[in-house]
């Protein structure tokens, strides 16, 4: 038989860079399930796959809540269900229309820095060009 594969929190902080305190936070919000020898925590192969789904989630805006729930509803069966699929494509339609949102108010802001900054370089240029003109030659 195939021994499991378990991983120490300080292996698990370096292979994903994140901190120990971060790994900890995560088991406190149930995200994490390490067992336990004394105060060793041992992690198994499925943390260390959750771990990274958590991060990949925070990189893609997930909230620790949505990750959670995602995860619950993957425990209710051994390989996941419809309604843990229309769940994730949910979020990921909130996620991409808010990214879209955050690129229209980007855009609008770089038009705004434009003018201002246009509007700036041609007071400076009246300015520079009215001391020349007051400065006696």
């Not at 809540?65 to 390989?79: C, G, I, R, S």
């Not at 400076?124 to 030659?137: G, S």
Request: aromatic share 6%.
């Amino acid at each position: 038989m195939k021994e499991k594969r378990t991983f120490s929190i300080g292996e698990l902080s370096n292979e994903f860079d994140v901190t120990t305190r971060s790994i900890r936070f995560y088991e406190d919000q149930g995200l994490l399930k390490p067992t336990r020898r004394g105060q060793t925590r041992i992690f198994s192969t499925k943390d260390r796959v959750r771990l990274k789904l958590i991060l990949r989630g925070k990189r893609m805006g997930f909230s620790l809540a949505e990750t959670k729930e995602l995860f619950d509803l993957w425990d209710e069966t051994l390989t996941g269900n419809e309604k843990q699929l229309l769940k994730m494509l949910t979020i990921l339609s909130e996620k991409r229309a808010h990214l879209e949102q955050q690129k229209k108010d980007i855009a609008m802001a770089e038009m705004e820095i434009d003018t201002a900054e246009a509007r700036c370089k041609d007071a400076l240029a009246d300015i520079q060009k009215k001391k020349k003109q007051q400065t006696p030659a």
